[in-house]
């Protein structure tokens, strides 16, 4: 039998987000805080997660992502209002940091879209602009924008159609999905196939090429702010 989150733990666990969403520190700080008292909430969730990464480390999850070098490749989506979104009207106008995530749901996601809105005045500063992209319905993806207060699109990838051709959808397995089964992930999706991305952060250039990424398969780890600066910095500074 897999153990299932009770209503005292959801509640625990609600806690540990917001006291990790408002302590000061890096945004690794916050999502290692966060992974530790999920650890201890919900042991049976980390150790499964620990399993599902080993999985993928070992069948090389993300590694053929597109690489810095590489031409991105174009995508047209719709965003939380239904129009469509490509990214050649978003290089159109300068560097752009392409951002997937997992869903409105997750804490670690939730974590990540803070610390990348506290940090556009810097984004912005450079010239450069912020697309996040999950696998969630049109409503979610408003859901998710409208809590986060994010300031750019987030766009719908439906089935995971874009994220497949990047090579990093993934099935999270039958362990995961009874662990997960209080969230309605049909719902949110539109489908059951328990399909997610591995988060991941590409920095676009004018050029349509790569010129940084940070892909981990292991969910609780994202690109650092200062990482990601330093990419759009560099990438800005092309000629």
Request: proline letters at 6%; charged letters at 25%.
């Amino acid at each position: 039998m897999t153990a299932s989150l009770s209503p005292a733990n959801a509640e625990r666990l609600k806690q540990a987000f917001l006291r990790c969403r408002d302590m000061e520190g890096s945004l690794r700080e916050q999502l290692e805080a966060y992974a530790a008292a999920g650890r201890e909430i919900f042991p049976a969730y980390g150790e499964a997660v620990d399993r599902l990464v080993a999985r993928l480390n070992e069948n090389g999850g993300g590694e053929n992502a597109p690489r810095p070098g590489e031409a991105m490749p174009p995508f047209v989506l719709p965003d939380e209002t239904g129009r469509l979104v490509s990214l050649q009207s978003l290089i159109d106008k300068g560097p752009v940091a392409v951002m997937f995530f997992r869903g409105h749901w997750c804490p670690y996601c939730r974590l990540n879209v803070r610390a990348v809105i506290q940090a556009q005045d810097r984004i912005k500063a450079l010239g450069a602009q912020t697309v996040a992209i999950m696998p969630e319905t049109q409503a979610y993806a408003k859901k998710f924008k409208s809590e986060a207060n994010a300031p750019f699109p987030i766009l719908a990838d439906l089935d995971n159609g874009y994220a497949l051709s990047l090579n990093l959808a993934i099935w999270l397995g039958t362990e995961i999905q009874q662990l997960l089964s209080y969230q309605d992930m049909t719902r949110f999706q539109g489908n059951d196939g328990w399909v997610l991305p591995i988060p991941a952060t590409f920095v676009v250039g004018r050029d349509g090429m790569v010129k940084a990424r940070f892909v981990d398969p292991d969910f609780r780890k994202r690109m650092e702010i200062d990482d990601l600066i330093a990419a759009l910095k560099g990438t800005s500074e092309e000629r």
